[in-house]
């Protein structure tokens, strides 16, 4: 007979082999799952060591500083008690040393007396009175009856030094309390969202007994290892500008303790990037002036007008767009900022269809339509905020006929104002935009 060929698998034998495979894939996966579990265990024993290793070095860096400048008080304090018994000393000798000279002069003068009287009274004759009439009236003249003071004992310092042993106690008690060691810093990064060309970090508290004052946010390029100071105050979060899209940075933050000058330690290190490219007004109107990375615009006295666009619309829903105002300038009623579906380079402002916006007296215009609702008129400073959802992508049944629906809710000087904006079709992303009728306004967009 021929050669046939075998017989495949029956249907047992391929269910078996099924579920063979599919646990060589489980336990495949399983095996990824734990390496890379063991990577962040040992992500985990590098920074407890590398930590551990770090607070070594500043513990015994500042105890010896420490020390080094306690024994450079305490020379200082020596040399100055000291001088201050060298000078005790030659001030209270001085008048010894001039009474000393007086009671000398006076002994040459008694023994030169004496002398004198001796040989007067051994060279004494009749017709030699003389010399013993002369040492009378000398020795009268000296007055031998009259003998200087000279102190007690008591009279004149006798120096010594106080010195409390109670210093010790209380250097004692203040070096036992100096300092502590902490397992984890005070706070923490919490969250990083990314924004147009920023990111948002929030950072929370995690010890209870810490009572912050102000907190210190870092950050910078990972590849640079150099961080510098962003924000300094006492919010829990900050939006950082500036920030390069798809690039990873490095973000810390650290806390003042109420009524203390010094800093706690910095928290873990937490890397962020942003993949939105950030919001840019469109160059080349004459009417404004762009910063150098375009998101600042300041209205110039150029009599053009018209309003100034985003380079592109880069605005989505679930975002929150954000104009700060930097400086004002003289109001008019058609002055507007906010956003619109399309440019429409005719208009002077965005008080118009297909758009929504805020005029600089806190005026909310819908389609070109003033709502009820007003928000406080815009100073310098102020932020005024966009956010918007969908509401329904489907067909609407409102007697407004539009068939898609945006929630709005625009917030300026802790008010807001939350409306539904109706368009007749749908919209991925938005322009943003504002118009200002004189110099002096100037508007950043994040």
């Known amino acids: 007979m021929g050669g046939g060929m075998e017989p495949g698998p029956g249907p047992a034998e391929g269910l078996l082999l099924q579920e ?3 646990s060589v894939e489980a336990a495949r996966t399983y095996g ?22 770090l607070t070594r070095d500043v513990l015994e860096q500042h105890f010896n500083d420490l020390k080094g400048t306690l024994r450079k008080l305490l020379d200082e304090r020596l040399v100055s008690l000291l001088q201050e018994v060298g000078a005790i000393e030659q001030e209270s000798i001085r008048p010894l040393d001039e009474c000393q000279k007086l ?16 040989n007067a009274i051994h060279g004494a004759t009749g017709e030699n009175s003389d010399k013993l009439c002369s040492f009378t009236k000398k020795a009268l003249h000296i007055q031998l009856d009259s003998l200087p003071e000279v102190p007690t004992l008591v009279d004149v310092p006798c120096l010594s030094a106080q010195l409390d042993d109670s210093l010790l106690t209380i250097v004692k008690s203040e070096i036992f309390k100096h300092g502590t060691v902490a397992s984890r810093p ?4 919490e969250e990083l969202i990314e924004k147009p060309g920023g990111i948002l970090v929030r950072w929370c508290k995690v010890d209870d007994d810490f009572i912050p004052q102000d907190y210190r946010l870092q950050y910078c390029k990972s590849n640079a290892n150099h961080f510098e100071d962003v924000y300094v105050g006492s919010e829990t979060e900050f939006i950082v500008l500036h920030i390069d899209p798809n690039v ?10 109420d009524g203390r000058q010094e800093w706690s330690p910095w928290s873990v290190s937490q890397i962020g990037r942003t993949t939105l490219v950030p919001h840019e007004w469109a160059p080349g109107f004459d009417g404004y002036s762009l910063s150098s990375r375009r998101n600042i615009a ?9 309003v100034l666009y985003s380079k592109a619309p880069t605005y989505y829903c679930g975002q929150t767009l954000t104009f700060r105002i930097e400086t004002v300038g003289p109001l008019d009623k058609k002055d507007s900022i906010g956003v619109c579906v399309e440019q429409q380079n005719g208009c002077d402002s965005l008080q118009r269809d297909k758009a929504v916006c805020v005029s600089t007296n806190g005026a909310v215009f819908v389609n070109g339509k003033e709502m ?20 329904n992508l489907g067909p609407s049944n409102n007697n407004e006929g539009g068939n898609f629906k945006l929630r709005v809710t625009i917030s300026s000087n802790n008010r807001e104002v939350v409306f539904d904006w109706v368009l007749d079709q749908c919209c991925g992303s938005l322009y943003f935009g504002c118009s200002f009728s004189y110099p002096g306004w100037k508007v ?3």
């Open 20 to 22: 063979a495979r599919e």
């Open 32 to 53: 990824r799952e734990l390496r890379q579990r063991l990577k962040g265990l040992h992500l985990a024993r590098r920074q407890i060591q590398e930590s551990a290793a």
């Open 103 to 118: 009671i000398e002069h006076g002994v040459s003068t008694a023994d030169e007396l004496v002398r004198e009287g001796e």
């Open 186 to 189: 005070p706070v923490q990064i």
């Open 248 to 257: 990873d940075y490095q973000f810390r933050v650290c806390a003042r303790g």
């Open 298 to 306: 300041l209205r110039n006295d150029s009599q053009s007008g018209g």
């Open 372 to 391: 009820t609702n007003q928000l406080p008129a815009v100073t310098s400073g102020s932020a005024v905020t966009f956010d918007m959802e969908a509401v």
């Open 444 to 446: 950043l967009v994040f």
